[in-house]
């Protein structure tokens, strides 16, 4: 139910979602990656038994979607079948460094 008067931004564009997590052994994970209108990593949702870095998932939020090398449509191609595979690339190293953000900033 939507509230008279409030907007509802309208999504262009799908969520991603990478789910590898086993039913019966909970082993795996479950990766939901959610896009705003113009591209930009929304929010990030993580489940599984694989340890992760809390900082290095918070650190996608803002980020364009570009910067995680055309990640959603090499994925709908079934090009990359695991993201957090992918993610843990050597490439994609400089994504998780503090700065990263400040450094796209005085790029622009």
């Known amino acids: 139910m939507i ?26 994970h479950f990766l939901k990656l959610t896009f705003n209108s113009i591209g930009l990593i929304d929010s990030v949702t993580y489940i599984g038994s694989e340890e ?6 918070w650190s996608f939020v803002g980020l364009h979607e570009n910067y995680l090398n055309s990640l959603t449509s090499r994925f709908e191609k079934g090009i990359i079948p695991n993201v957090v595979e ?22 622009r």
């Open 86 to 107: 992918f993610l843990s690339e050597n490439w994609a190293i400089a994504l998780y460094h503090e700065w990263f953000g400040d450094f796209c900033l005085r790029m």
């Open 3 to 28: 509230k008279p008067g409030v907007q509802q931004e309208v999504k262009n564009r799908a969520d991603l979602v990478c789910d590898n997590l086993a039913d019966d052994t909970l082993k795996g």
């Open 52 to 57: 992760v870095i809390l900082q290095s998932l």
